[in-house]
T-cell receptor, first 114, second 111 residues
Framework: DAEITQSPRHKITETGRQVTLACHQT?????MFWYRQDLGHGLRLIHY???????NKGEVSDGYSVSRSNTEDLPLTLESAASSQTSVYFC?????????????FGPGTRLTVL | AQSVTQLDSHVSVSEGTPVLLRCNYS??????LFWYVQHPNKGLQLLLK??????LVKGINGFEAEFKKSETSFHLTKPSAHMSDAAEYFC?????????FGAGTILRVKS
């Protein structure tokens, strides 16, 4: 079955370190998204991509970067981790067809920055 | 700009009684709206979506929502709560292939 996976599921790191969170989908979806979830804020969009070599900033992009070298993967990099980036991170994908597209979510990565 | 307000951060019901989770949205045009559910330590699952067809939308697990343009509301209901409905629910508005999430409502179901 097609799916979307994230790794690692849990990560503890130190302030100032570079961290990369992986997201991989097997639906061949054009659109991919990264969100962070914090208490009282719902999910907030970090970065998104509408296809290979396309990346865009979301609502809370400072301190994060993404790259899209193929359809299946959109890794999220924290260049220099900060305690404020302690959160649960969700990756999502959608087909990118005309009309309204449901997004499919991965299981999440819980990141702790000490 | 599009925004979503979930009017209750927590809702508590008894098993077998109706559920009402309230959502108001702000959009500069007729939006597409979703409800997602998140069970503890899980990802998000789509419950239902409104895409300008019927204003009453039926979803999975007996949930439904009614789009009311005059009230800019998209409340989620279920006639009879089950223990397995305990979760966090997110009302979401879509624009340009991007989603804007409400802050979430935690539903507690008492036995």
């Amino acid at each position: 079955d097609a799916e979307i996976t994230q790794s690692p599921r849990h990560k503890i790191t130190e302030t100032g370190r570079q961290v990369t969170l992986a997201c991989h989908q097997t639906w061949n979806h054009n659109n991919m998204f990264w969100y962070r979830q914090d208490l009282g804020h719902g999910l907030r969009l970090i970065h998104y991509s509408y296809g290979v070599q396309d990346t865009n900033k979301g609502e809370v992009s400072d301190g994060y970067s993404v790259s899209r070298s193929n359809t299946e993967d959109l890794p999220l990099t924290l260049e220099s981790a900060a305690s404020s980036q302690t959160s649960v991170y969700f990756c999502a994908s959608s087909p990118g067809l005309a009309g309204v597209n449901e997004q499919f979510f991965g299981p999440g990565t819980r990141l702790t920055v000490l | 700009a599009q925004s979503v307000t979930q009017l209750d951060s927590h809702v508590s019901v008894s098993e077998g009684t109706p559920v009402l989770l309230r959502c108001n949205y702000s959009s500069s045009y007729s939006p597409s709206l979703f409800w997602y559910v998140q069970h503890p330590n899980k990802g998000l699952q789509l419950l239902l979506k409104y895409t300008s067809a019927a204003t009453l939308v039926k979803g999975i697990n007996g949930f439904e929502a009614e789009f009311k343009k005059s009230e800019t509301s998209f409340h989620l209901t279920k006639p009879s709560a089950h223990m397995s409905d305990a979760a966090e629910y997110f009302c979401v508005v879509e624009y340009g292939n991007k989603l804007v999430f409400g802050a979430g409502t935690i539903l507690r179901v008492k036995s």
